[in-house]
């Protein structure tokens, strides 16, 4: 551990400006980008990258089609865009602009589409986080994840997970910022309020398992409000949280409205949490109140058994996948339960590079593919694994060198803690943790900091505060521990739940 | 960039972003796969694949299961393995036995045990009897929608109807393999 904080400290004495090595990431990634552009050049669309595709193609002609001032294909939007509502569009809509121009477009093409989308978000969010957070934590979220192979790989996906991650973490140095502002008896300003609703919206529908961690920002930043500010701008503060509720709200009504309308029940995000219980943790001989037929992949065996008992009865599928879903958990032990969960975890968090296999032509990769490939992997667990481990460290210790260290501890633990749900209620695949990507380096990066300053000084020389500061710290200071324990906790427990 | 040139910056793409979306319709149309969201193939008893004898059909809800040709005893028999939904156990028996006597089938006063119910139409041959086996699923809800399961001993059938859904197990439910 020591040789480790010597060796960074060591080489973060030898860098240039934080500026400066700014852009010679970004520069490196694009020449990443580049470099792994070919092994991704003629992969088609894999698995769910389908419907997002599909949902894209029909936005496309309904834009086409009330720009012609004809009437849209409603059955073809709801076939494509809203389908079972197992995902939310933030990946169609972001495709659209493709279908327009280019109807038929073709997979090199959709592929270049992807990386260069990505990579104007990336440079966007960039901007961002150097605005709010400084130079030094926006090259850091360049060189992780934006340097993984396999993350650059994934930018040329479209899989809304990787982006998710890139708008969270301009949503976390929002927050922070208005921390800041709001220690200074500062309410947030209307376009604030404006923007963390919009950036909001924008994570939940890139992916919308990020409810949970949304839902804990928010509470975070209005407890925040109500705990700095005092008298009319603590009113203020809330409504401009109302504003950004509105703006969220808003927004997100017309995919819910379209969804609960095609699929005849009450839908918000999506429909996948009962199905997807059932799988993971349910009895899959059960699922269809027996077995389910034996044909199709996992996730249709339930969607066609569903479809076929509403259209007999008349009910909602979506009410029929909750039943079946009851019905398969009945019998489900703690033991099981525990089991599948560390499963799920390993999937999450132990296998980064599993979609380099996945996005390949068709016909399978040729030599220099499968070279390439080799590359990407190798190269990715390299700078994976430290990243990681430093991560799960942090989770387990706290960061008090400075009130500013104190918060963005706090909300990375938080935010992290919320991502980190993923494991217990879902199937994991290998590219869910990209949503938590960035927070795994300001987490890393925080606690190696922290390792460094404490073991510089012997008494930690720390900032002089003030009033609601000076407070706010004394605050922080045993929330932070309780997140750190809930965290260990939480692992013993299902440690032991396992055995 | 001064303020200005901004401003014409700005206007000039929206103006660019629009003439494109009013030109689109001439760029061709999309054409998604739907490959996600498939079409949903109607039952195949309601189609009439391999229809019931007598041409007898439910008049309950029901989700077809399995339906295939086993070996009993060395004799061939078609096993007809569904579910059925928003009754119970009595009336699910009750009306499987009602559709069957519409067709000229009469139920057995003691039906041997295991078979809730034994069918036959006068003047049938021995072999064209059909047998019903109807179980509550254990573990429902009286708001749960699927219920309970019925198995149809019956005589082997064959394809009636060229409908092209007829080669769907998906519809008939004959999977080839075990399953």
Known sequence: MTAATDLVTRVAARMPRPDVLLLWLLGAHVMLKLLIYPLTMDAPAYNDEQQYYDGARALSNLLRDTFAFTSPDSAELERNVVASGWFMPGMAILMTPLFVVIPDAADPLCRAYLGLANLLVLLWAVRSVRQRLGSGYAALFVAFPALLPSWVLMSFTAYGDPLSGVVLIVLVAHVVDMIRKMRASEPPAWKEALQLGLLAIAVLYLRSSTSIVLAVLGCVTLVAALVLLKGAQRWRALTAAGLAGVVFVMLLAPWSIAASKALDTRVVTTTTVPISLANTFGDREQVCFGKCDPDSYLWFRPLRYAREVARVTGESEVEVEKQMSDYALRDLERQEYARQAWWNIGSYFFIPANFTRYIAPEEGRGPVGQVGQGIVWVLTYLLYVPVLVLMLLSMLFVQLRSLEAQILDTLTKVALLALFVQPFVHIAGSRYWTTAGPLFVVAAAGFLRESHVRRSHAHPVRERLDGTDARLSQWLKPIQLTLSGVFGLVIVVLGLMAI | ?179
Do not use: N
């Not at chain 2, 660019?16 to 996600?36: I, K, M, N, W």
């Open chain 2, 1 to 179: 960039m001064t303020g200005r040139a901004r401003r014409v910056g700005t206007l000039a793409g929206i103006a660019v972003v629009l003439a494109v979306l009013l030109l689109s319709h001439r760029f061709g149309r999309a054409d998604p796969t739907g490959d996600y969201r498939p079409v949903l193939v109607p039952d195949g008893l309601a189609l009439g694949c391999y229809p019931l004898p007598g041409g007898v059909t439910f008049d309950f809800g029901y989700q077809l299961r399995r339906d295939g040709d086993v070996e009993v005893d060395g004799e061939k028999r078609r096993v007809l393995f569904a579910q059925y939904d928003e009754m119970d156990e009595d009336e699910a028996l009750a009306a499987i036995v009602d559709d069957f006597a519409e067709a000229g089938f009469v139920a057995s006063e003691r039906p041997a045990p295991p078979y809730d119910a034994v069918l036959r139409r006068p003047g049938d041959a021995r072999a064209d009897v059909v047998r019903a086996v109807v179980e509550p699923l254990p573990g429902v809800e009286d708001d749960t929608i699927v219920r309970g399961t019925f198995e149809l001993d019956l005589p082997v059938a064959e394809l009636a109807s060229d409908a092209p859904d007829c080669d769907d197990p998906s519809s008939t439910k004959r999977w080839d393999e075990d399953s």
